[in-house]
């Protein structure tokens, strides 16, 4: 595992206080080719799962600030992060929203559940985010070194593989997501070559946006957060050059816009 990032390169975990996010910190840290890894989340404070990775790799790793709706947080944190870690080499964008109690914000089953203020958080948080990320971030990926940036997305974001209907805002977000990272994969492969850029479906994977919905999932097809990391890890390990642009599932399956 990571043979393709350069030994001693650094990673942001963005949106890492839990779920796939907390766990691509772990397996990151876990990896000693790793050299520094910064994890950002909107509650460092809140962040126990990360309090104790920190702690159990001292020197290793930086919790910052970012919540994902907020750019000068963004700014704050690439500002913070420059200093601490000039060059990146793995930027994975985990931070995601498909409901959320507190906002009244739930999948919609059909059109009269639709709600502007759960579209516009949507957008927020899975497309805006991803994007402002990579708009402040970018002077970090500006070296010569591989460099992958991806952003976690979700199948049901394709447009072509969309047989179910429902859930409005997040596939309409997810595919939004999948629209920048595709143009951001255009204008990079002109002015940052290094950068692979590109969007990981992680499976169906156990944590607090899927439990809601885990009764629908056949058995054996809901993943460990340990299991769906490490597949994607291994994905963008052998990303080439030529698959920057493009959207892969956990297992390496290219699919469809
Ligand atoms: N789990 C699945 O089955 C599945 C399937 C397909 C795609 N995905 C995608 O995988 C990614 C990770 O999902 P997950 O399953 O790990 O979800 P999760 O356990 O619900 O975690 C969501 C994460 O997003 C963070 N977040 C939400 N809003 C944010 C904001 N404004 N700024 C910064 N961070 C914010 C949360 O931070 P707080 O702790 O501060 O709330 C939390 O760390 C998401 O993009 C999701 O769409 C997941």
């Not at 000039?86 to 080499?89: E, M, T, V």
């Not at 199948?155 to 394709?158: A, D, H, I, N, P």
């Given at each position: 595992m990571f043979d393709a990032i350069v030994a001693g390169g650094n990673a942001l975990i963005q949106g890492a206080s839990r779920g796939i996010g907390l766990e691509f910190a772990r397996q990151c840290l876990a990896e000693p080719r790793i050299g520094h890894v910064v994890a950002t989340c909107r509650s460092p404070q809140d962040a126990t799962g990360l309090a104790d990775l920190a702690a159990g790799h001292p020197g290793r790793m930086t919790v910052l600030p970012l919540d994902s709706t907020d750019e000068a947080s963004i700014i704050a944190a690439a500002a913070a992060a420059a200093r601490i870690a000039?060059?990146?080499?793995l930027v994975v964008n985990c931070a995601g929203v498909l409901h959320d109690a507190a906002r009244g914000m739930k999948p919609e089953?059909?059109?009269?559940?639709?709600r502007p203020e759960s579209l516009a958080r949507a957008f927020a948080v899975n497309a805006i985010g991803p994007l402002l990320v990579a708009r402040h971030f970018e002077p970090l990926l500006a070296h010569p070194q591989r460099a992958v940036f991806a952003s976690l997305s979700a199948?049901?974001?394709?447009i072509e593989d969309n047989r179910l209907g429902g859930w409005y805002a997040y596939r309409a977000s997810k595919a939004a997501q999948n629209m920048y990272t595709r143009t951001l994969a255009v204008e990079w492969a002109r002015s940052r070559r290094n950068v692979i850029c590109v969007a990981l479906h992680p499976g169906t994977t156990d944590t607090d946006l899927s439990r809601p919905f885990q009764?629908?999932?056949?058995?054996?097809k809901l993943f460990g957060v340990d299991y769906a990391v490490a597949q994607m890890l291994g994905v963008i390990d052998r990303l080439q050059s030529a698959d920057s642009g493009q959207f892969f599932a956990w297992d390496g399956e290219r699919i469809p816009w």
């Open positions: 000039p060059r990146l080499h089953k059909r059109l009269a559940d639709v199948r049901v974001g394709s009764a629908n999932v056949p058995a054996g």
